[in-house]
Nanobody, 111 residues
Framework: QVQLVESGGGLVQPGGSLRLSCVAS?????????MAWYRQAPGKQRELVAG?????NTNYADFVKGRFTISRANTTIWLQMNSLKPEDTAVYYCKANANYWGQGTQVTVSS
């Protein structure tokens, strides 16, 4: 069984920062090769924000380059979000490998 638990969401003013965390666990010694952050805003499709491989290779969506940083230590990943904009408001989800998802954490950017 695989479990992903996100934390760190909340309400922040435009220009502010938040740091999201995701802890992955498995009862079967499962290996998490690729982990990523996705987000879904109301009425929109879920989209990739950033991903990181087990070797530390990263990729980012164009709309967060220079503002967000993904990092990883074993089965925990973080998303440091700086210079937040109202359009970053969404539920942020952690994903592991091809098909394991967390429950999501709400990020709201508003004054």
């Amino acid at each position: 069984q695989v479990q992903l638990v996100e934390s760190g969401g909340g309400l922040v003013q435009p220009g502010g920062s938040l740091r999201l965390s995701c802890v992955a666990s498995s009862t079967m010694g499962f290996r998490f090769f690729t982990m990523a952050w996705y987000r879904q805003a109301p009425g929109k499709q879920r989209e990739l924000v950033a991903g990181i491989s087990i070797g530390g290779n990263t990729n980012y969506a164009d709309f967060v380059k220079g503002r967000f940083t993904i990092s990883r230590a074993n089965t925990t990943i973080w998303l440091q979000m700086n210079s937040l904009k109202p359009e970053d408001t969404a539920v942020y989800y952690c994903k592991a490998n091809a098909n394991y998802w967390g429950q999501g954490t709400q990020v709201t950017v508003s004054s």
